[in-house]
């Protein structure tokens, strides 16, 4: 078990998808810097592509996602058709340069649109881009998950997909506004697998309201019972006051801090014993997923989808809000999809905010990936060594960090304050943090 240090996690911080994080976006950054950097990739870089779903049938009260009810055909319609036009303007401003190895599909819940409409789209990006075969990931909610979707995935390619299922427990997914029966991700898990999904994730979290150890554990047991390849155990983060439908989630019935680190000491505990592959601190996946693989020899990656084995240096976001990663340029769409449709119709890059990232920012980029990803990072191209130092002087203390010369090591029991230790590498974090999440 690991051992709480509660001083060590009393600040919130970033979850760190990215360095610099979203909270250093700003207008400065627009449609001639996104163009700019499409048209400095080269006809070698490997590229990601990422498709923006923006929509749900029903809206959970814990999501912090950009999403709206798809109650409305007219409206997704409007949208999906503005999504293809997106396509082919970013495809004729690359002009066949870069090589697309990977789309994936996020929301929202990609299959709230028609499994039809999934196919076009899919056909449509790697036409446009040129992509032979890519590797194909799509979000799914299992609630309205039906055999015409899984079709649409054997139709696409599609080899991997993440089932959002929080928790198994009834009176939990009341209170987080997500009710899905235990009998819908069954049916969705075995809808995957007779369509030929190699990777399936299941998403959970933990620190929910009136959530127990125990009831954690049966969550777990019951996502291994269905053979889930990959599982991200989650920290819910309650930020109200930045998303206010979590206003409808009782506060009072939340876990405490001490709570929360022993229901992440358990997941930990519980899927390491049961032969997964600790990926991060999150993370977990048999020793034969493609994921586990990266871990083991050194290619883990993390980026604004989490941790990954895509190692690819540029990623392309389409639809609203979807953001953009250059090695010098953070970018994102218009969150409004009202100024986001006015953008594409007009033949313009939807880009509205971001931030360049100068020479010191990549260096830091990479130095707190692979803290995060490898357990150690060369800090040697970074300046202020020593306040970095000082900064975690208490982690060196407990003998949860040590250095050689200028690499900073973590130690296995510091996998927990992870995040926290990556936070001495942010030059822009200061002490108000209201923003960010719980540290664990």
């Known amino acids: 078990m690991w051992t709480y240090h509660a001083d ?7 979850r760190y998808t990215s360095y610099p994080t979203a909270a250093e976006f700003g207008e400065g950054v627009g449609p001639a810097e996104m163009g700019a950097a499409l048209d400095r ?13 923006p929509f749900c049938r029903e809206i959970c009260w814990y999501c912090g996602c950009n999403t709206g009810a798809a109650n409305r055909t007219a409206r997704l319609d409007a949208y999906l058709a503005r ?3 997106e396509i082919d303007l ?11 190895g990977r789309i994936a599909f996020g929301g929202g819940s990609p299959n709230a649109i028609a499994p039809e409409a999934f196919v076009r789209l899919v056909a449509q990006a790697r036409a446009a881009f040129g992509a032979d ?26 080899r991997r997909v993440s089932l959002g299922v929080q928790t198994f427990d009834p009176a939990i997914q009341a209170a987080i506004g997500r009710v899905q029966p235990h009998a819908d991700i069954v049916a969705t898990v075995t809808l995957l697998r007779s369509a030929g999904i190699d990777s399936i994730n299941f998403d959970l979290m933990y620190g929910l309201p009136g959530q127990t150890a125990e009831l954690l554990r049966d969550s777990i047991e019951a996502s291994i019972a269905l053979g889930a390849d990959r599982l991200a155990v989650f920290g819910y983060a309650h930020v109200p006051h930045l998303i206010p439908r979590q206003r409808r989630i009782d506060a009072s019935a939340l876990p405490d801090a001490a709570a929360r680190f022993e229901q992440a000491a358990l997941a930990h505990d519980l899927l390491v014993s049961d032969g997964y592959a600790a990926i991060g601190f999150d993370h977990f996946a048999t020793p034969g997923d493609a994921i586990a693989r990266a871990a083991r020899e050194g290619r883990l990656r993390r980026n604004f989808q989490g941790f990954t084995e895509d190692e690819a ?28 449709h006015m953008a594409v119709s007009s033949g313009r890059l939807a880009a509205a905010r971001g931030v360049r990232r100068s020479t010191d920012d990549q260096w830091r980029a990479a130095a707190i990936e692979e803290l995060l990803c490898q357990g150690r990072a060369d800090l040697g191209g970074i300046a202020g060594r020593g306040e970095i130092a000082l900064r975690l002087a208490r982690f060196a203390a407990l003998k949860l960090v040590r250095w050689e010369g200028s690499v900073l090591l973590l130690a296995p029991e510091a996998l927990p304050y992870a995040r926290v230790i990556a936070s001495a590498l942010d ?3 200061g002490p108000a943090a209201t923003r960010f999440s719980s540290a664990v």
Do not use: C
């Not at 060590?8 to 970033?14: D, G, K, Y």
């Not at 990623?315 to 409004?336: C, H, M, R, T, Y």
């Open 8 to 14: 060590l996690l009393a600040t919130p911080v970033p």
């Open 313 to 340: 240096e540029v990623l392309i976001g389409l639809g609203a809000s979807a953001i953009s990663q250059f090695p010098d340029l953070l970018v994102q769409n218009e969150k409004n999809a009202g100024r986001w």
């Open 83 to 85: 999504l293809s036009e």
């Open 90 to 100: 970013v495809a004729r401003r690359l002009d066949g340069r870069g090589r697309v």
């Open 133 to 158: 075969a890519p590797v194909v990931s799509v979000e799914v909610d299992p609630r309205g998950f039906d055999a015409a979707w899984a079709s649409a995935l054997v139709e696409s390619g599609a």
């Open 41 to 53: 990739v080269s006809p070698e870089t490997e590229l990601s592509l990422y498709l923006h779903i």
């Open 427 to 429: 030059r822009y974090r």
